[in-house]
């Protein structure tokens, strides 16, 4: 099953709440629905789906949040959500605003990424960075 990665460049744009309507919508139209919350473990600082959204859950990897991601990081989230999303629809919600990380994590899991933007957001370097 495909993947989807709901991504942004900043924080605080609404991606809980897509992520929640996404998998919701997928599990009403009889789509098969995993929601991974964060890329990582320990992510308490952010929002998560909430539990009235009752699907599967797929644990991160272990750790926080860094600053800057690890290139192993981005390899061992990727390896994640492919074999995570084998048997059902995965909708990640990613806490990464750098939009050259949450790319690479698409490519190498073979991801599609919704960007979630507001009225602030560079789309015209959006658009560029994601191609």
Known sequence: MPSIIIASDKLKTGKTMVTSVFSSY???????????????N?????????DWVEMDRISGIEGSIPEKISDKDIQDISKKISSASNQKLLITE???????????????????????????SDIKKIKEELG
């Open 26 to 40: 997928a599990n009403l139209k009889g789509i098969s629905t995993s929601i991974m919350d964060s890329y990582y």
């Open 94 to 120: 990613s806490h990464l605003v750098n939009i050259e990380d949450n790319k690479r994590i698409a490519e190498f899991s073979k991801s599609k990424v919704v960007m979630i933007c507001d009225f602030n």
């Open 42 to 50: 320990d992510f308490s600082n952010f929002s998560t789906v909430p």
